[in-house]
């Protein structure tokens, strides 16, 4: 897990803010970077995913950047609304081996949006 | 679609006990992965199944740790004796096939060992 460094810890943000997290790897053969989001109770669900020869993508008020040469990906929800409170992951996903695909976890960024 | 299935959602233990959570993926899904999220920490991987075969379980502690997944479609994670570490969220996740970008996490069983 220490692969992938993820920061903030944790974010505060007024309702309509911008909300920003950042994920750092060090695996250069992980080949897709989703992030996921985890309501309390719930298992992760995926928010949005990039694939490495994109630089940057938008769904809606979420958007992934991505510098393959920094090795980093973030995360940008704009206008955050208080139903966007919840832990935020990165994953990206590599190749462990004879086929295998499996994600690696940060240790995530509590998002709590204030009306 | 129905989600993945997991049961119980919550258990108590007592140390040196043993325990079993049952998952039971989407419809259709070959590969079964099985998590372990401690408080505040990311799911880290335990065991990931491909039909009724192990793909992966290097970091599963086998001393204590065993899952299978006998008919490629439901699956057991038990621990025995449990330890106090152990207390923990325990994730199931299925997806298409190994190479799927899609998983599908349940809602995980949350073990609290005393």
């Known amino acids: 897990q220490q692969q992938v460094k993820q920061s903030p810890q944790s974010l505060i943000v007024q309702k309509g803010g911008i909300s920003i997290i950042n994920c750092a790897y060090e695996n250069t053969a992980f080949d897709y970077f989703p992030w996921y989001q985890q309501f309390p109770g719930k298992g992760p669900a995926l928010l949005i995913a990039?694939?490495?020869?994109?630089s940057e993508k938008k769904e809606g008020r979420f958007t992934i950047s991505f510098n393959k040469s920094a090795k980093q990906f973030s995360l940008h929800i704009m206008d955050s609304q208080p139903g966007d409170s919840a832990t935020y992951f990165c994953?990206?996903?590599?190749?462990?081996?004879?086929?295998?695909?499996?994600?690696?976890f940060g240790k995530g960024t509590k998002l709590s949006v204030i009306p | 679609e129905a989600g993945v299935a997991q049961s119980p959602r919550y258990k108590i233990i007592e140390k040196r006990q043993s325990v079993a959570f049952w998952c039971n993926p989407i419809?259709?899904?070959?590969?079964l992965y099985w998590y372990q999220q401690i408080l505040g920490q990311g799911p880290k991987l335990l065991i990931q199944?491909?039909?009724?075969?192990?793909?992966?379980d290097s970091q599963l502690p086998k001393d204590r740790f065993s899952a299978e997944r006998l008919k490629g479609v439901d699956s057991t994670l038990k621990i025995q004796p449990a330890k106090l570490e152990d207390s923990a969220v325990y994730l199931c996740?299925?997806?298409?096939?190994?190479?799927?970008?899609?998983?599908?996490f349940g809602s995980g069983t949350r073990l609290t060992v005393v």
């Open positions: 419809s259709g899904h070959a590969t």
């Open positions: 996740a299925s997806s298409l096939d190994t190479g799927s970008y899609g998983y599908t």
């Open positions: 990039i694939r490495p020869d994109v």
């Open positions: 994953a990206p996903r590599g190749n462990s081996g004879a086929g295998s695909y499996q994600l690696t």
């Open positions: 199944f491909q039909n009724n075969g192990v793909v992966d």
